[in-house]
């Protein structure tokens, strides 16, 4: 079965940065799209950036001009790198796969989620 792991969450200071990592295993026909979502505490989770297959990206505009998605160098990897940190930044972070199978079926994959805290 597939899974999605994500790694790179911690504790960082405002203004900071950190990189997050998703790594998927198991068998994947075609990714779509690969995502990161976040969800602070009584809050809705919400898209913080996405690419898709073609490489055209998207960002909420609370990130903008500070996040960059990426897909990495491994194969069915996707990598969020987070600059000038501010505290409501501060969330559990997700990625997401979008993806098709071999009839055009399409199933989307969650990964369990990285703290990132940033504080003084």
């Known amino acids: 079965q597939v899974q999605l792991v994500e790694s790179g969450g911690g504790l960082v200071q405002p203004g900071g940065s950190l990189t997050l990592s998703c790594a998927a295993s198991?068998?994947?026909?075609?990714?779509?799209?690969m995502g990161w979502y976040r969800q602070a505490p009584g809050k809705q989770r919400e898209l913080v950036a996405s690419i898709t297959s073609g490489g055209r990206t998207n960002y909420a505009d609370s990130v903008l001009g500070r996040f960059t998605i990426s897909r990495g160098y491994a194969k069915n990897t996707v990598a969020l790198q987070t600059n000038s940190l501010k505290v409501e930044d501060t969330a559990v972070y997700y990625c997401n796969f979008d993806t098709s199978d071999p009839i055009g079926r399409r199933y989307y994959y969650w990964g369990q989620g990285t703290q990132v805290t940033v504080s003084s």
């Open positions: 198991g068998s994947i026909f075609v990714i779509n799209t």
